[in-house]
């Protein structure tokens, strides 16, 4: 029996398929705007939303991601009257399940939640795996998502694309697919194809013979050699040239090759891992990038969100950062003032992960021997980006005729989901630390919270209980 949700604006549908499933012998509950979907999803643990894209206070589509972030990560059905291409595209990369057209029949509204649940199961009665994540942090959902991608591709040998932002911190993600593989115990070997020239990038792979040319005083191993038995990483493959794509694919179809000047061929048995800041479809398009070489790349393909788009993830980002430079620079912990996290937060950092923590470096510098961190510590583009953000969030009350100000006819989505979130969080918190019997070490056995997130959240609701 599966927990169902059905969030439509339309009463009649959404009674419709509430009966329909119940019939099947689940359980089904309707909701009839975004603003109540959130309310309910966050007090109770479903499996499936079905979730309409034109309700009355907002978009179904951009409210994916929130869904998906309550507890039990429910699987997505998006459906809508007016179905299009950009939209299918939106909605299964913000992780929906699938995406159908109303109105279908019955049928066709059932056949996703079968295999979404079927999924399901599967996915529950899957051994539990500790996967190595050195240096990568974070716990958005999106970051998630990318870890359970990780733990897939390292559990077979399919080449694997891994797309992002400069930034983003591909390299640590192609890392942990390869120290979560059998290849673990061999070589990691790393090609950053941007620096590879047209004359030096075939010696660099292939490797040569002494007096192969001129300047080859002695043999040298390609790497591709080095990586036999490991994975071979291509850092921003879109720069390979192209003259040298050619003779790649044939390395990768027959795992072999010959260095310059030889005349023996060479057997290399490597997992391909590739990374890109580019759209390679859009340069292969423009003829730059061979069509077959990216189909053999994308076996296997992992979209690292840029870090504006997983903000939950910048605090333990600075925390984990602040705390190695502290280690690194044998200077006690600073403290942290809120407006400077909240300003870490609200920046949409375009550099991504390098940037913050290139950022902090020079935070550090700047507060030197002062015991905390302030807003002043950052560097002023970053404070006066976030003065101007914080105008433009505020606009000034235009005067209407009797020369009042006017208020807002209706509340943004955002509002209205943080609105949501909060009071059932309240509600969770304090029935927890209830039954509980307000013993912290109890209340973080039964909710799964770490102490430290549980005191954070008590704090922010202004919630106490004395431990014992």
Request: charged share 25%; aromatic share 8%.
């Amino acid at each position: 029996m599966a927990n169902i949700l059905i969030i439509d604006d339309d009463k009649t549908f959404c009674d419709l398929l509430c009966r329909t499933f119940k019939e099947m012998g689940h359980e089904a509950t309707p909701a009839y705007t975004l603003t109540e979907g959130f309310g309910v999803v966050y007090s109770g643990l479903f499996d499936v939303i079905y979730l309409d894209v034109g309700m009355p206070d907002g978009d179904g589509l951009e409210a994916i991601a929130s869904f998906r972030a309550s507890r039990t990560s429910p699987e997505i059905i998006i459906m809508t009257g007016q179905a299009n291409h950009d939209g299918a595209e939106l909605a299964i990369r913000s992780g929906a399940w699938d995406y159908i057209k109303k109105p279908s029949s019955i049928n066709m509204m059932i056949l996703p939640l079968v295999r979404a649940l079927q999924y399901r199961e599967i996915k529950m009665t899957k051994p539990a795996v500790a996967l190595k994540r050195d240096g990568i942090i974070g716990s958005s959902l999106e970051m998630q998502t990318c870890l359970d991608q990780v733990a897939q591709a390292a559990s077979s040998d399919a080449s694997v694309l891994i797309v992002g932002e400069t930034g983003t911190g591909k390299e640590l993600l192609a890392w942990a697919v390869h120290s979560n593989s059998s290849r673990a115990e061999n070589n990691f070997v790393v090609v950053d194809c941007a620096a590879l020239t047209d004359t030096l990038v075939e010696s660099m792979l292939f490797g040569y013979e002494k007096g192969s040319f001129t300047g080859a005083d002695r043999s040298r191993d390609g790497l591709i050699g080095q990586a036999d038995g490991g994975t071979l990483f291509l850092d921003e493959v879109g720069e390979l040239p192209l003259s040298t794509q050619k003779a790649f694919l044939r390395v990768l179809q027959e795992r072999s090759f010959r260095p310059l000047g030889s005349k023996q061929v060479i057997k290399s048995d490597f997992r391909l891992i590739a990374a890109t800041n580019r759209n390679l479809d859009q340069i292969a398009r423009g003829g730059l990038f061979r069509n077959d070489l990216l189909f053999r790349l994308r076996s296997f393909v992992i979209e690292l969100a840029p870090l504006r788009n997983r903000r939950e993830d910048i605090r333990e980002l600075a925390m984990y950062y602040l705390a190695k430079l502290c280690e690194r620079y044998k200077t006690g912990v600073k403290g942290l003032s809120p407006e400077f996290l909240e300003a870490l937060m609200q920046f949409d950092w375009p550099g991504n992960v390098r940037e913050l923590f290139n950022t902090l470096e020079r935070v550090m510098a700047v507060a030197d021997h002062e015991s905390a961190l302030f807003l002043k510590h950052l560097p002023t583009h970053i404070r006066v980006k976030i003065a101007q953000n914080s105008i433009g969030k505020e606009p000034p009350a235009k005067a209407n005729s009797e020369g009042e100000a006017d208020s807002p006819s209706f509340p943004s989505l955002q509002a209205l989901r943080d609105a949501a979130i909060s009071r059932v969080e309240r509600e969770y918190l304090q029935n927890l630390m209830s039954v509980a019997g307000d013993k912290i070490t109890e209340a973080c056995r039964l909710s799964g919270l770490s102490r430290s997130r549980l005191y954070e959240l008590l704090k922010k609701y202004d919630i106490s209980g004395p431990e014992k």
